[in-house]
């Protein structure tokens, strides 16, 4: 029926984002206002949603949108009162996860997941189903952005080439949930040859494996702790040409984004790179993320020519060009704590980009990425300074100029073929918000201050073209004789 399948949709949306932002039914109820028991009901079909319920839950998960447009389509059917079938059981709470170990294998163009589970039926009755979910989100700051990419390219079961058994034995499944960037399915304990339920008392290894793209993947991978759980394993395993460099974070039901209390290993062999990390007992409804950059100098996708103009090599390397809107466009703020891991995924992306780009240039006087140059319209920026010291923005404008103004030629990664001759003031005073939320007023003086002050105006939807004095022009890079030197200042104009 229509109306069902409209049900359907919003109960998928509303999963989708609960997993990817690693919230449980309880969790995300503390944020909106209702109960465990309403989003339960909701979930599996028995209770219908209301429109506070739908914005309340996009605004928290930050679902750019996507659970309001699955309410509005929901909320236009006229509702009927035939009855829906049952829903499909959820898995036992007698049932015993005593090792998940889960693999990640990249080589380049293409992630393999394979996720192990020794699982022990504690229960009276046999289990025969599982369920699980595939979730991905390439741009994990933008949901927007995320959105649009997978309405353009939506993970398609083709490519994701599932397989799954049970102590050997291949198995089927059945489908509850397909959507463009998240499949929720039941994978069934039986094939053509027989069934093969798990009995009260018995153990037995339940293995699955799927494959995503590197334009579908994003750069993290998270663990969500379902059941009881006495061992948790995950290893990521790269190619070492590409410098990875991998971090983890745990979410419970009492703390967000701390740092992993066990360190994540690695020892690299035979050119791949390999970091595992493991722990014991868990907290229930925990999720452990995993994220990771690489830091090589030339990724291997990246094919650069040395005909290529300057421009020409940024937008390779994944830079937007001066031309399209978003670089004209304030950039959306962050709300901070609350979006604390979105804002640190955006930082992991903006140094990525920033090793990419100092692989095709030398960047004698430091150098500055802001996230609307690598597509994200959030208010975050990096800056790198000739002295190695790493700044990172959040929210920040420009309270205060003093120190008269001085004169030089900038270079922006946008258009990267010129350099302007742009006038700064010699100190600026700028309040931005750290990670934690909290509001902080910064100094920043001379090369410090113009490197600042170019991301600032980025996040304000400004170039530096429109700082310049009326009549001067942008230079060809090919005149400019400032490449690797860094900037000199003399006496500062009134």
């Known amino acids: 029926m229509a109306d069902q399948a409209l049900a359907d949709e919003f109960v998928a949306e509303l999963k989708r984002w609960r997993d990817v932002r690693g919230l449980s039914q309880k969790a995300l109820a503390q944020l909106v206002g209702y109960t465990p028991s309403y989003i339960s009901k909701v979930e599996s079909g028995h209770q219908r949603p209301s429109r506070e319920f739908a914005e309340q839950a996009d605004h928290h998960l930050r679902a750019g949108g996507a659970i309001r447009r699955a309410f509005v389509a929901l909320a236009?059917?006229?509702?009927?009162?035939?009855?829906?079938?049952?829903?499909?059981?959820?898995?036992?709470?007698?049932?015993?996860v005593e090792h998940e170990?889960?693999?990640?294998?990249?080589?380049?163009?293409?992630?393999?997941?394979?996720?192990?589970?020794?699982?022990?039926?504690?229960?009276?009755?046999?289990?025969?189903?599982?369920?699980?979910?595939?979730?991905?989100?390439?741009?994990?700051?933008d949901p927007e952005r995320s959105n649009a990419?997978?309405?353009?390219?939506?993970?398609?079961?083709?490519?994701?080439?599932?397989?799954?058994?049970?102590?050997?034995?291949?198995?089927?499944?059945?489908?509850?949930?397909d959507r463009d960037a998240f499949k929720e399915l039941w994978l069934l304990f039986e094939n053509e040859d027989g069934r093969y339920p798990l009995y009260p008392g018995e153990s037995a290894w339940l293995e699955y494996s799927y494959t995503v793209g590197q334009e579908?993947?994003?750069?993290?991978?998270?663990?969500?702790?379902?059941?009881?759980?006495?061992?948790?394993?995950?290893?990521?395993?790269?190619?070492a040409e590409l410098e990875p460099a991998v971090w983890g974070t745990e979410t419970t039901m009492t703390a967000t984004g701390n740092p992993f209390r066990n360190p994540v290993r690695s020892a690299t062999e035979g050119g791949r790179r390999v970091f595992s990390w493991s722990t014991e007992e868990p907290p229930l409804h925990a999720r452990f993320r995993l994220e990771w950059k690489f830091r090589a100098k030339a990724i291997k996708e990246t094919h650069l020519s040395t005909a290529d103009t300057a421009s020409g090599r940024m937008r390779e390397i994944g830079i937007v060009q001066e031309g399209d809107p978003i670089l004209?466009?304030?950039?959306?703020?962050?709300?901070?704590?609350?979006?604390a891991e979105d804002a640190r995924r955006v930082v992991a992306e903006l140094n990525s980009a920033a090793d990419r780009a100092a692989g095709v240039h030398d960047f004698g006087k430091g150098m500055g990425i802001a996230a609307p140059q690598i597509g994200i319209n959030r208010a975050a920026a990096i800056i790198r300074t000739p002295e190695g010291e790493a700044i990172t923005?959040?929210?920040?404008?420009?309270?205060?100029?003093?120190?008269?103004?001085?004169?030089?030629?900038?270079?922006?990664?946008?258009?990267?073929?010129?350099?302007?001759?742009?006038?700064?003031?010699?100190?600026?005073?700028?309040?931005?918000?750290?990670i934690d939320g909290q509001q902080r007023i910064t100094i920043f003086e001379r090369g410090h201050?113009?490197?600042?002050?170019?991301?600032?105006?980025?996040?304000?939807?400004?170039?530096?073209?429109?700082?310049?004095r009326p009549g001067v022009e942008p230079i060809p890079v090919s005149e400019y004789r400032g490449t690797g030197k860094t900037w000199q200042y003399g006496q500062a104009q009134p």
């Open 328 to 339: 004209t466009t304030p950039a959306r703020l962050f709300s901070l704590p609350d979006e």
């Open 216 to 239: 579908k993947w994003g750069q993290w991978f998270q663990r969500a702790v379902r059941l009881p759980t006495k061992r948790l394993s995950v290893s990521l395993d790269f190619p």
């Open 101 to 141: 170990d889960t693999s990640l294998y990249y080589d380049g163009r293409v992630y393999r997941a394979t996720q192990r589970r020794l699982l022990v039926n504690g229960g009276t009755e046999p289990i025969t189903s599982y369920l699980i979910r595939i979730s991905v989100d390439r741009y994990p700051g």
């Open 393 to 434: 923005l959040f929210n920040p404008r420009i309270i205060e100029e003093a120190g008269g103004f001085d004169e030089q030629y900038e270079g922006c990664l946008s258009f990267f073929d010129v350099r302007g001759m742009v006038p700064r003031p010699m100190s600026i005073s700028v309040e931005h918000t750290d």
């Open 76 to 96: 236009v059917k006229p509702r009927t009162e035939a009855p829906r079938p049952a829903p499909a059981p959820e898995p036992p709470t007698s049932l015993v």
């Open 149 to 177: 990419h997978y309405r353009e390219n939506p993970l398609t079961w083709e490519e994701i080439q599932l397989s799954a058994s049970v102590d050997g034995e291949p198995i089927g499944w059945r489908v509850q949930h």
């Open 449 to 468: 201050a113009r490197l600042v002050a170019h991301e600032v105006d980025h996040l304000h939807g400004q170039l530096y073209r429109s700082k310049m």
